[in-house]
Structures are given as C-alpha cells and as structure tokens.
C-alpha cells in the first residue's frame, strides 16, 4: 500500500474523529460537492495492471455510499446545474457523483450499489472506447510496460532522456509514472506514434480489446442505455477518444466533441447535456474548448480541478474531487472539513505576517 495513500487516509481519519468534519458539514452545507470516480476492482488487483489509482476498491465505493445515503443529500448533476444556472435552491449538504470513462466496472460493481441506495449517478463515456474502436493510449503504455521481457528501456522524450527500470513490478509502476508524465505533454497528433514507437522498442504488439484485464474493459452501449433507463444514471460525453483537448488543434477538437455526441444520441436516443474534460486539468483545456462544448449543445462541463461548487461557478468549469480511497477521505471531502483547514491555516499564516 502506498504511502501517500496511508498518509491522506490517516489525516481525513483525524479530520473526522476530531469533531471538524461535523463542524464543517453544518457550516458549509450550502456548498456543494462533486466527486470523480472512474473504474471499480473487486477482490484482489491484477497484476497484469499497472495503475491502480483508477479503479477503486468496490467495498470503498460501497461504504461511501452508504455514508452519503445516510448523512448527505446524493442529487444529479443535472439538477445541479438547472439551480445553479437558474437561481434554483438546493438542498443542504448536496452531493453528486460521478465516474469518467466509461468502464464495464461502472455497471456490473457501481450500478448494483447506487440502486441498493437509491443513488444518482452521471457517467461521462469515451464514445470510441465503447464502440470498441481505440483503447486509451494509457492502457497501452501501462499492458506495454507489464507484458515488455526486458529489465531496462533507455528513452528519448520532450527532449528528455529516461531510464526505464522494468525488473520488478515496483519498478513498472515508476516508469510508468514517469512515462505518462512525458505523454500527457505531447501534442495530441504526435500521441498515438509515440506509442507505437514504444511497443515496438518493448517488441509488444498492440494490444486488442480482448487482452484488456477485466478492470480495464469499457461497458458496452446496451449496459449504458440500461443505467440510462433505470433512472440512476445520466449518460454524459467525455470526447469520442479521450485526447487532451488543449493539445488538439480546432478541427479536431471540435470533431471530438461533436462525433461524441451524436454517438451518445444514436445510442441512448438523447442529446447528451453534460460533458467532463479529459484529464481535466485546468491546463487540459483552453476558453476555445469551452466555447466548443458549449455550441455543440452541451449546458454543463466538468473539471477534475478540486473544489466545491460556489454559488457563482462556470458552468463549463465546474470543480470536481477526485475519487476519494477511503470512506474517512469522502467524509472529510464533502463534509468540507479539508477546506476548512485551509481556510484556518491561511488565516493563521496571515496573523503572523501581520505581528
Ligand atoms: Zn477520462
């Protein structure tokens, strides 16, 4: 088990039992909240997968929605946006969730559990992963790295040179860290040569849908129309091949977004309103991206930058948490308590700049 994930989990655990969690979800309760899941894992990880940090432990997704069903108001996201675009109230303590991508995972572990808890749920899919056309370019650096013979990969990046450690899986998982770093970096047209580049270096052929690990696998569009007509779910766009969108030039950004779409609306008979950057990051998108989405119909457009949804929040760059690996981290992520702490902090430090 990581470090860092024992350390975040240990400082939310204290959060909470000190008392700050519950002073800050009864003074913070007009603030909302949304939180980013992507895949689940049940049981034990696979180790022909590298990167874990986007599959959650199920039983973690399980206790948390037992905690938001019992002490938070679970709403929308839709509803979200029509009171916060129009004014509207919400009620105290509001929660929304979410998960990016578009994985098997998504239906078969998370939909099962937002029924038993009477949850609502918005999936933002990757309309050519579901179609079964190209897998994320992630998935096959991560299968390049796992299934590559040899122990060292010496590599020429963003004028940068790697060495990549493959003996052990530890050492994988590094380099693949590092890796992913350097990629996210390129040029979205440069992206998927870069990646053959490296599987032919590995001497790994490109994976096919079917060598995908479970964790790794997309939902199919029969499994998203079921969520989407259950009621729980709302099916959301998140591109049509998950590109960083400030590294596409206009012609394809704008092809992304719309092909996303009309896929979505083929699909599950809908426009979809809703739409979730890939990566997310306040760099992973520019104000020509957000003019896009907003022509090509959409109403709402999530970030993965952190934060709760102030009153006044763009409705294109609406903040959002990332998936939260324990049920003391989401209680100390929506209750507000994190913030809180930050807010003391800042006040503390502003005190004694001040003696
Ligand atoms: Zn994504």
């Not at 693949?176 to 992206?191: I, R, S």
Request: with cysteine; hydrophobic share 40%; aromatic share 10%.
């Amino acid at each position: 088990m990581p470090f860092s994930f024992i350390s975040r989990s240990i400082k939310a655990a204290a959060l909470v039992c000190s008392g700050l969690a519950c002073y800050a979800r009864a003074r913070r309760s007009k603030e909302a909240t949304i939180l980013t899941f992507h895949g689940l894992r049940g049981g034990k990880s696979d180790p022909q997968v590298l990167d874990y940090s986007l599959h959650l432990p199920v039983e973690v997704f399980r206790q948390t929605c037992a905690m938001l069903a019992k002490e938070y108001q679970v709403i929308s996201l839709a509803d979200l946006v029509e009171a916060r675009s129009k004014g509207g109230s919400l009620p105290d303590n509001a929660v929304v969730i979410t998960f990016d991508d578009g994985y098997a995972s998504n239906y078969e572990l998370a939909f099962p559990i937002l029924k038993e808890f009477d949850l609502h749920a918005t999936i933002f899919v990757t309309t050519g992963f579901l179609d079964r056309e190209e897998m994320f370019w992630f998935q096959r650096v991560d299968l390049a790295l796992g299934r590559a013979k040899r122990e060292l990969l010496d590599w020429k990046i963003n004028g940068r040179k790697l060495r990549l450690y493959l003996g052990t899986y530890a050492l994988r998982q590094q380099s693949l860290d590092q890796l992913l770093v350097e990629l996210k970096e390129l040029p979205d047209a440069d992206l998927l040569g870069e990646v053959s580049r490296l599987e032919a270096a590995l001497e790994v052929s490109e994976p096919g849908f079917d060598d995908l690990p479970a964790a790794m696998r997309p939902m199919t569009w029969e499994m998203a129309c079921e969520m989407s007509f259950s009621g729980h779910v709302d099916i959301g766009g998140h591109t049509h091949t998950h590109p960083i969108l400030a590294r596409c030039d206009t012609m394809s950004m704008r092809a992304e977004i719309a092909t996303c779409r009309d896929r979505i609306h083929a699909e599950i008979g809908e426009l979809p309103t809703l739409f979730a950057y890939p990566n997310g990051g306040s760099e992973d998108f520019t104000r020509e991206t957000l003019m896009l989405v907003r022509e090509a119909g959409f109403k709402a457009a999530c970030t993965t930058v952190s934060g709760r949804v102030p009153d006044n929040a763009s409705m294109f760059q609406l903040p959002r948490y990332g998936s939260p690996e324990s049920v003391w981290e989401a209680k100390a992520t929506v209750s507000g308590a994190f913030e809180t702490l930050k807010d003391w902090r800042q006040r503390c430090q502003k005190v004694r700049s001040m003696l």
